[in-house]
């Protein structure tokens, strides 16, 4: 029997439109965001590339150049926007996705003490970093609900752990560590409809966040998380892995 909670989001589900049971049909759909550069976009290749039916989406779709080359769907989205979201949702209705990526994020301000930090920023950073997945979580919901994978993948960061701050950096860290906690109610609350979402740690990789001198490319990034999320079982939803499958601390 559902649990109470999984009963409201039920009704939301009717609500939105979501009316059939899950689609076995093929291929797989994809949603990754922020997918015009950096790790998105390898994401989008790399699905790409095994066959897969992908969703990239950008802030400007106009400028988003190589990810237009793919081959992927271009949806505009500004996970900050209620009304962007409440758009690409729109344009996705009666679609399945099979597994969302929430993947766009920023570092905010690059000021690392504590005296430096500008809180308009911290507020920007939680805005994109920790409340942008919810919502596009929220949104897609009956799209989830629609599609075979029914899976979720955050992409946060060993930044956000608890257990091995380094110092610094306020803002991201913070925000990163709030994903962990929204996933974790959120993998608690969605299991009843057989959603499993994660969090991940893409590694430090070389990308505009990550610089130049970051540890790996976004070549070798991309390929372990799509072999960790391949293996995803449902007893997984809620946990903190990185890019190899290790379990990472809170
Ligand atoms: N690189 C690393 O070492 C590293 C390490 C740990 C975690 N991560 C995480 O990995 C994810 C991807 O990072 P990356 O290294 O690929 O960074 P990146 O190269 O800076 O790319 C960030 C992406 O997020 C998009 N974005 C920013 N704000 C957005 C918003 N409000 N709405 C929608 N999209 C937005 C950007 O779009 P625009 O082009 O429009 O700005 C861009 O596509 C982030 O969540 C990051 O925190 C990265």
Redesign the pocket.
């Known amino acids: 029997m559902l649990a109470k909670l999984s009963v409201s989001i039920l009704l939301w589900l009717t609500a939105a439109g979501f009316s059939g049971a899950a689609s076995a049909e093929t291929p797989t759909t994809v949603l990754v965001?922020?997918?015009?550069?950096?790790?998105?976009l390898e994401l989008v290749r790399q699905f790409r590339a095994r066959g897969y039916q992908v969703i990239g989406?950008?802030?400007?779709i106009e400028t988003a150049k190589e990810l237009a080359e793919t081959g992927a769907t271009l949806v505009q989205?500004?996970?900050?926007d209620s009304d962007s979201v409440r758009a690409m949702a729109e344009k996705l209705k009666g679609e399945k996705i099979d597994l969302l990526i929430n993947?766009?994020?920023?570092?905010g301000h690059t000021a690392q003490s504590f005296a430096e930090t500008d809180f308009d920023q911290v507020i920007t950073t939680f805005d994109?970093?920790s409340l942008?997945p919810m919502r596009v979580t929220q949104a897609l919901l009956p799209n989830l609900m629609a599609g075979s994978g029914k899976t979720v993948v955050q992409?946060?960061?060993?930044?956000g752990s608890i257990a091995n701050n380094g110092g610094g950096y306020y803002g991201y860290r913070a925000s990163?560590s709030a994903l962990n906690m929204l996933n974790k109610s959120l993998a608690l609350e969605l299991a009843d409809l057989g959603i499993t979402s994660i969090v991940m740690?893409?590694?430090?990789?070389q990308?505009?966040?990550?610089g130049e001198n970051?540890a790996i490319t976004t070549q070798d990034s991309v390929a372990g998380m799509i072999i960790v999320i391949d293996a995803l079982e449902p007893g997984d939803s809620g946990r903190f892995l990185d890019y190899q499958g290790k379990e990472l601390p809170w």
């Open positions: 965001t922020g997918a015009n550069r950096g790790i998105g989406t950008a802030r400007n989205l500004d996970v900050t993947n766009a994020g920023i570092q994109v970093n942008g992409i946060s960061s060993t930044m990163k740690h893409p590694g430090w990789v990308t505009r966040m990550g970051a």
